[in-house]
């Protein structure tokens, strides 16, 4: 298999470096616009062949186009691979509208190629012991889902700090919960600096029983990375700043004895043992490369494809309505693809 | 100086036991309607006098009420102790809305009596510091407030978990932000077992360009109690569940080069040194119950007066309105006591 | 039962308070020369007689004689209580010397009384959970034991810092491991500022293949108490200083697949899931009391008798020899009680 | 300036990509007896030139032989490449025995070449910080010194825990005290496994009235690297498991008000403010390098140079003679380089 690579800033060196490394993908193609990303990608992966017009690209017999550029370029690019018969991988958020992504899935299904959105946090070892304990239901039904991702980052000059760090978490929360119906969001947030929010909150409601949060911020003088996850049998943490222990499962929750009356005596709580599982540490980069040329033999869907890309725009669409509106409620009715 | 205290459930024996201790106070009736609290109070208090009719304490020569009792009933108590003559001291909520600590505060004007609430957490040595941090100027600007306070608690039966919970950091932040006027608030969350929520997010817009936000839960699986208050020219973590070492002062933040145009290179970061000043350790409710008498000699109010639960009673009434509607905007347009 | 306690400095209120709230104890006194100390226990235990005279004490009908002063005079008040045939309940270390631990073991076999060494540890949710867990063969056979215990403390004026803080690690290895037989001690440490170590490193040589090592120091800017315990099978960590999560054992080990020929290959390493079992939270002093009291019913000895103490200060006393001599083993050869 | 690495195994490839980056470092040569690890080197750095004859490598026209090899044959290695005239990079620790280190220090100086011994530590952020802040004076005369490496580690076949881990301490100890003399060590421990211990504690004395320890384990189920320094004005923690914040300043200490008289009041402890100084975060081993070659340029030893080394080994092979006889006292006489 050969690999087309666009796009060689911040992440495309690791995926040229992760498809590189794939047993059966025979040779890796960079393309960019800057002299100097070419010169460091030759330099450390002196294999790869390197262009700078990605018409020239989508000319050579690739099988699998990479699109690593700024989001509001992501629907162009895709477009094009599409267009000529190459299966596509798609930085996290798969494109900037939600309509974008809808053309790109119905392109992608017309000619019967295959959409991989990277949605890298899916193949960690944590995400995947996360879902399999879920998927036991020693968790129970999940009543709610709160995500905090904060430090003292870069700020994105295209998008607010949801766009740039909520994607990873939307993504976990939709691939532990399948079967929930996000039904709307709010977001609140300020932008203290420019244009784009810095901090922002984004609650989302579902059609049953439960509620999800996100907290992100790329002004916090302290880096935290943690999930928890609320169940009625039991609770996760996800605190991904350990450097061992990430998933912690506690035997943890609340009782009702009756509904009827409601008194303190009828809702009690119950602390027990936690537990922390073993979680994998193989390069979640790397089985997700795996995941899509499997995919692509077996023709068929990745893990993460078109429609877990369209899910998480369609609530960061929303988000970003809401928060221009301080907080108005916006109701997501669409979000199955057609 | 005499002090009576009503309402001796998980609160009230705190009241005795520092009441007593002080060197100004002669004798400390206790009140309540349950034989098994009044048995217990006398075996850890025998000095304690007690009673059951709280028309009864009103008659004896106190000079302050102290005022432990669920918080709908806050208002009847404050009341006939005001009328009668006494001082009051009441627990966090101060009142079950703002008309009713309006009306009290205006009874207590009145008739020169003086109002303690007691939110205690203003008289920790964490947050004197954080006050006294922020007071030198060498924070700078507040421009969010961040604050989580989760655990695994015993639900009230009578409020949801703002009302619960949220006391506490509402009021740090007003007096870590004397001059941020708040205008709007929004409030999300999910009531999973009964009618009252269980976890909340409460957004809060202030009239500057500064932000505050609020997790309460009582059905999370850890304990965690963090504030992030992110100055313009360092920012401050508050740990409370640190043992030492609560409060972090970090040499971080954001500059912009210009605002003219808007790309990566004129939004930036700096890291720098932490500081963790030693906070002092006294009890703070010894130091309320000080604070409160030396205010009664001087004729003034105290550090927590009967306008600062007014404030908090403020937000957490618009935070009802919000959450009801899933976060719709309330406005808050008459915090100023007339 | 009647209780008469000498020494109410800075455990001994503890000691009152514990044994007055005993559904037996009818009646508790405290004894000690120091005015101060007498008023401060009147003012919160006001039930407690007081008195001044240890020989008056001892004329009283009291069952039990609880010694919490300082070492050196253990013997002498544990002497005169078990002559007067009271039961003696003994702080730690139980003796200055282990020749007094052994009259006092023989004087009290002798007169059909039982004593308690108070080795606090022993009756904490964490130390019984550990035990448990040893027992049920789960964390196979212990190979090493290694325990820190460091603060900045107060200096005791009698002792080093291996006699003021060891007797706890001391007392739960001993439980841990009881069928270990101790065989020789090394003891390393300075004296910075006077007379006695306050830093101390003790290692603790077993007849099997096992070993121990004790670090203990006042003069540490940060508090650590944590314990590890390498098994065979699993490993557990003791973290006195979390609120939570106490003690956590480790599917963790080394296998060797063979003992023939050593090279890296056969010797390996296995890290899996971690497991944190909830510890129950009882006050460890009331339990101790009651297992006290039961003993002295039952006409056993209780889970920490005279032998205990022994043990521990075999060891104590050994240590001393060695820091002395910069480390020179010293054997422990008669560490049974005839 | 052209360098030749001996021993491609673990760390090897690191000291490749260090000189390969350095900017006047044109050619660098690997050498090692591997095939795998030769393929392995090639395809990550294509321009390394490779070889498996070390005589052929010391036929090449260049200035630095790095020696990347198990201990044992260091001075083999060491010694070949002072004789052809090239200046040497010896991995820690330096030579198996203090006599073979002395041998290969002379050497160099009568060929007017340099040693570098490669203790990495010495050029970390943290490492520097803690010598500026001992050498500003803030932290005062140090009392007390102590370093705990412990984790589930590869175990090594040739030497046992404190020779694979101790160097690291042991020469942050050395750079932190420079003016200090170790006069004895001794050292406990045991194997449990086969012949070398797994284990280990190491007590070293000074002349002067100060004491250092070391506690190293391969078979700890959790992983901790923290120091504590305990300076007579102020006091250092260093825990290197710490993302950020890895270096802490306590302004913590004891204060003695006489000396003639040992009693409680005269022995007291002061805990102040805590300071988190930020440190540098560029990779230690490429300052290692540009330290190396300005050391060459300069005519001058390197910071690491041979009698560090020395210092090292003397301390290592006194700890091995030790922990053979159970902590046996080994004095340390010779410690100065003729």
Chains 1, 2, 3, 4 share one sequence.
């Not at 040779?27 to 002196?46: E, H, N, Q």
């Not at 596509?88 to 991989?116: C, G, Y």
């Not at 709307?184 to 420019?194: E, P, R």
């Not at 119950?270 to 077996?298: N, Q, Y």
Request: hydrophobic share 40%.
């Amino acid at each position: 298999m050969k690999v087309g690579i666009i796009g060689l800033g911040y992440w495309g060196p690791n995926l040229v470096r992760n498809f590189a490394s794939h047993p059966e993908v025979d040779l890796v193609y960079g393309c960019d616009l800057s002299d100097d990303r070419l010169a460091l990608i030759k330099s450390r992966f002196p294999a790869t062949e390197l262009l700078k017009d990605y018409n020239e690209l989508l000319k050579k017999d690739v099988d699998i186009i990479a699109i690593a550029t700024p989001v509001d370029t992501h629907f162009k690019f895709a477009k094009m691979a599409l267009d000529t018969g190459k299966h596509i991988w798609v930085e996290k958020p798969f494109t900037a509208t939600s309509q974008e992504a809808q053309d790109l899935i119905e392109l992608a299904e017309k000619k019967n190629l295959r959409i991989f959105v990277d949605h890298t946090f899916i193949y960690t070892g944590a995400v995947q012991k996360m879902r399999e304990l879920v998927d036991s239901g020693e968790i129970g039904e999940i009543k709610y889902f709160d995500s905090v991702r904060v430090n003292l980052g870069l700020f994105q000059h295209d998008v607010n700090v949801i766009w740039d760090l909520a994607p990873h978490d939307l993504s976990i929360m939709n691939y532990l919960m399948p079967n929930s119906k996000v039904v709307a969001v709010a977001a609140n947030g300020i932008a203290n600096y420019y244009d784009h929010e810095n901090v922002a909150h984004l609650s989302v409601y579902f059609e049953d029983n439960c509620f999800a949060h996100f907290h992100v911020n790329w002004t916090s003088p302290v880096k935290i990375r943690r999930m928890l996850v609320g169940g009625d049998k039991k609770m996760l943490v996800f605190d991904d700043m350990e450097n061992f222990e990430k998933v912690k499962v506690y035997d943890a929750g609340v009782e009702m004895s009756s509904k009827e009356k409601i008194h303190e005596a009828l809702v009690q709580y119950r602390m027990g043992d936690m537990h922390s599982p073993k979680v994998k540490s193989t390069e979640a980069l790397s089985l997700g490369a795996a995941e899509f040329i499997s995919a692509i033999h077996g023709n068929r869907d990745p893990l993460t494809c078109g429609k877990d890309g369209f899910d998480v725009v369609k609530i960061l669409e929303a988000s970003e309505k809401s928060i221009k509106n301080k907080g108005r409620l916006i109701e997501i009715n669409q979000l199955e693809v057609v």
